[in-house]
């Protein structure tokens, strides 16, 4: 008999069906036994009128009819006329994935997270993310950004410092990519508007609930634009789209999580770095140190206001000093102190840092020496600006970021299949 797929079961209804799953629970009461039954699109209770020898977390094949149940939380029952266990659990599971919610703490569930993966509630974060992930490249190509795939095995580090990995390359030493920066620039003077969904890494030793030190970056660069207000316009309308598309077909995985998702506005306030400061400290009692552009706590903070002035769960906050940005950030004509560029925060996080590049060779080279930075390593970068690079600018954005905080999750590790942090190399 042909599959059936949990999700369609009523496409079923009064019919014999097999499908084919996993047992997610048990309850045996003697002469009838309750399973429940889980595959890849939801779960299903079988009932069984005979004692079976089967375990929390074997794989079956189950047969019977299918009926209407008011009672089940899928409206339907299956009355189990034979079931086939295809493949055994050699000793019992070491956690117990067999509640609604999975009570584990962040240490043990990514010690078994082969396991833990298996539960419907942590299975819900990935389908969510995949759905973040097909919205913004859907969303990229209909603003007419083109896909590309940059290396992520360098010459040389793309956002200097000392926050990149080295690696053995042959005879020579190579770096794991910080960002596709580099390549993100070239491309816009070939392309004009390229986006790229790939990999980061960032060798910093931190311990925060959100921070890895390889993510999934979603990255994107444009050409011809007038100030890095057009590039943080578009993020802001990308994102709007993306919103809008999470919460029509991630409504099962947002329930699950009892997550209003939050609106993007049409217009994303803007607030000034220094505006901001002030403000938290006026309004909250919160001083940022003046070591730091912004602290976790300011962050928050900054995130409070904007809800409580604008009803917006996002703030851009910009004119970073130009201390803090990188070298091939715009310094602002006006204070060149403070860079063209922005940090946008959702609920009170960082998740998209932007703005203008300089694309002047002259201004390039001169802003790197300000900087003490050598270019040495960087010519195939840098000698592209020779040749008419438009006015461009940019974003990178962090999925995980973005997922953590639409389900209030605690550490950012919970968004990422199997996180790499300080100390975390497998599994």
């Known amino acids: ?40 699109t939801g779960t299903i209770q079988v009932v069984v009128d005979k004692s079976i020898e089967v375990k929390t977390g074997d794989a079956v094949v189950v047969t019977g009819l299918v009926k209407k149940d008011a009672r089940a939380k899928s409206g339907f029952e299956i009355k189990g006329d034979k079931l086939e266990v295809v493949s055994k659990n050699i000793e019992d599971l070491p956690i117990d994935l067999s509640k609604e919610d999975i009570n584990l703490n962040l240490a043990t569930l990514l010690d078994y997270r082969p396991l833990s993966l298996r539960h419907p509630k942590v299975q819900s974060i990935f389908k969510l993310y995949d759905i973040l992930l097909k919205s913004y490249e859907r969303v990229m190509r209909e603003y007419d950004f083109t896909e590309i795939k940059t290396p992520k095995i360098l010459g040389t580090a793309t956002e200097g410092g000392a926050n990149f990995f080295k690696v053995k390359y042959f005879d020579k030493e190579a770096t794991l990519a910080q960002s596709p920066q580099f390549y993100k620039q070239i491309m816009v003077g070939v392309l004009e508007r390229v986006f790229e969904v790939g990999s980061v890494f960032r060798a910093e030793p931190h311990f925060t609930t959100r921070h890895v030190n390889e993510y999934i970056g979603l990255d994107a660069e444009l050409g011809f634009i007038s100030d890095f207000y057009d590039v943080a316009k578009i993020l802001n309308k990308v994102l709007k789209e993306m919103f809008l598309e999470l919460e029509k077909e991630g409504k099962p995985y947002l329930d699950l999580y009892n997550i209003e998702l939050s609106k993007v506005p049409d217009e994303i306030p803007f607030i000034k770095l220094s505006e901001i400061k002030k403000i938290i400290k006026e309004e909250y009692g919160h001083e940022v140190s003046e070591g730091t552009d912004i602290d976790p706590k300011g962050e928050e903070l900054a995130g409070k206001y904007a809800k409580e002035k604008f009803n917006s769960d996002f703030v851009f ?111």
């Open 1 to 40: 008999m042909e599959r059936a797929l949990i999700g369609k079961i009523f496409e079923y209804e009064n019919k014999q069906a097999t499908i084919k799953g996993r047992v997610f629970n048990i309850r045996n009461l003697g002469n009838i036994v309750f399973l429940v039954i889980q595959d890849y």
């Open 317 to 427: 906050i910009t004119h970073y000093p130009w201390r803090d940005r990188p070298f091939y950030t715009m310094p602002d004509s006006t204070n060149p102190e403070e860079t063209c560029g922005f940090d946008l925060l959702y609920k009170g996080l960082e998740i998209a840092t932007g703005g203008q590049r300089i694309h002047n060779y002259e201004e390039l080279m001169a802003n790197m020496k300000k900087k003490g930075i050598k270019p040495k390593g960087m010519e195939f970068y840098l000698d592209v600006f020779k040749y008419a690079i438009p006015p461009h600018g940019g974003w990178g954005m962090g999925s995980e970021r973005i997922i953590k905080q639409i389900l209030n999750l605690e550490s950012i590790k919970e968004a990422i299949l199997f996180p790499r942090d300080v100390k975390r190399l497998i599994p």
